[in-house]
């Protein structure tokens, strides 16, 4: 039988990585504040586009021989030329909270559940680390920070 150690502390850590990713101030509440941010600046664009290069309110837009449109703010002069990519618009903004929400919940769901059925089971089924809940503790923190950031801009 393992250690008690080794069966609890990997589900102390996914749980508290489940209270970084969930409360209030956490990377739940800075996605949505994120997206809020990107919304403003799209609605802030007499185009309703972001510019292709910082992200800022397009005010201006080219069109290239490739068949792409590229929007972008008045700080930023639409190049003669721009390397060929897919045609149609390159201005939207490419955020989607809901596939975030979707890999959040499946990480540390899963984090969390294998934690659980390791501490019931007494470490028999579903093994879970204390390396792999830690790589999860910081993977929260990382999100927390970086979603953090994007509020800020």
């Known amino acids: 039988m393992p250690d008690k150690?080794?069966?609890?502390?990997?589900?102390?850590?996914?749980?508290?990585?489940?209270?970084?990713?969930?409360?209030?101030?956490?990377?739940?509440t800075q996605v949505n504040r994120a997206e809020a941010a990107i919304q403003a600046q799209v609605v802030a664009s007499p185009l309703g586009k972001l510019c292709y290069i910082c992200g800022a309110p397009a005010v201006q837009f080219a069109r290239y021989t490739d068949g792409s449109i590229r929007y972008f703010c008045s700080a930023h002069t639409?190049?003669?030329?721009?390397?060929?990519?897919?045609?149609?618009?390159?201005?939207?903004?490419?955020?989607?909270?809901?596939a975030i929400f979707i890999v959040l919940g499946l990480v540390f769901g899963i984090g969390t559940y294998r934690s659980v059925i390791h501490l019931v089971t007494q470490g028999e089924k579903l093994t879970?680390?204390?390396?792999?809940?830690?790589i999860?503790?910081?993977?929260?923190?990382?999100?927390?920070?970086?979603f953090s950031l994007l509020v800020s801009v």
């Open 78 to 98: 639409p190049p003669e030329e721009m390397r060929a990519t897919s045609p149609g618009e390159h201005g939207d903004k490419m955020f989607n909270p809901k």
């Open 136 to 146: 999860g503790l910081a993977l929260a923190l990382g999100a927390w920070f970086w």
């Open 5 to 28: 150690r080794t069966i609890v502390w990997p589900l102390i850590l996914w749980l508290l990585a489940d209270l970084i990713v969930l409360i209030p101030g956490g990377v739940v």
């Open 128 to 134: 879970s680390t204390v390396f792999g809940a830690v």
